[in-house]
């Protein structure tokens, strides 16, 4: 058995890929692959349909590759995060680009898929746009209509950017203050990191025994 994990996040070692990481890990598969979206170049489906009789897109990028690795796993992870509230690009890019795989033999369709997707708002903030659902949405939808075994997906709150870009504390347009309100600073929102929360790495690692249950246990 083969499986692909796929982070969209450009940020070394985020949170993202760890997660993706801890998933691919707890299959306990040999043959586990991570991919880094941002070290290849993928762009975007054009929507020529050049792909329709080859099962091949044309677009001469990483794109292709991507979707062969994709094609061969058994299972896949996608890992994204959400700049404005929506799934990254590059994670929206490499989906589009699995299309060709669409065509006459569906084959992805079947194959168990999970999603994580981090953001930075915190769920159930009814004044802020429900990112980590967003990005969720997205991930499964691909999978829904391909006919995926959806198997599970897991949002993470991770950093605000202006925590670390060091004018979080003044900018006037400050995502901390944003999310945590007028008086949130660097120090009292702090960096996270996934692997402080037991409760994440938990069921992050139960994703990963829920793919293999699925794939032996039918
Ligand atoms: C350009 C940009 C815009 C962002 N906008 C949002 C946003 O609208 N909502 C949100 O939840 N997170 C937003 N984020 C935060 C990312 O989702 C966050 O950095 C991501 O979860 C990665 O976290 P990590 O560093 O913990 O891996 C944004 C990040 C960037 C770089």
């Keep these: ?107 992805m369709s079947g194959k168990p898929g999970v999603a994580i997707v981090t953001c930075a708002i915190p769920p159930g903030r009814t004044n802020m746009p429900p990112s980590c659902e967003n990005g969720l949405q997205a991930i499964r939808n691909y999978m829904m209509e391909e006919g995926m075994e959806y198997i599970g997906g897991i949002s993470i709150v991770g950093n605000v950017p202006c925590v670390k870009c060091g004018d979080g504390g003044q900018c006037q347009q400050s995502g901390l203050k944003m999310i945590h309100g007028p008086e949130a600073t660097v120090e009292s929102v702090g960096i996270k990191s996934i692997e402080e929360d037991p409760e994440i790495v938990a069921a992050l690692q139960k994703l990963g025994e829920d793919i293999m249950e699925k794939y032996y246990g039918g």
Excluded: W
């Design 1 to 107: 058995m083969k499986i692909l994990g796929i982070s969209g996040s450009p940020i070394q070692n985020s949170n993202t890929d760890r997660a993706v990481q801890i998933v691919l890990e707890a299959t306990g598969v040999r043959k586990r692959e991570f991919i880094k979206l941002s070290d290849y170049t993928v762009s975007p489906c054009n929507a020529c349909l050049g792909c329709i009789s080859t099962n091949r897109c044309i677009i001469k990028d990483d794109g292709i590759m991507l979707a062969e690795k994709a094609c061969k796993a058994d299972a896949l992870i996608i890992g994204g995060y959400t700049p404005y509230s929506s799934l990254d690009s590059r994670t929206k890019s490499f989906i589009e680009r699995l299309y060709p795989l669409r065509h006459r033999h569906g084959m």
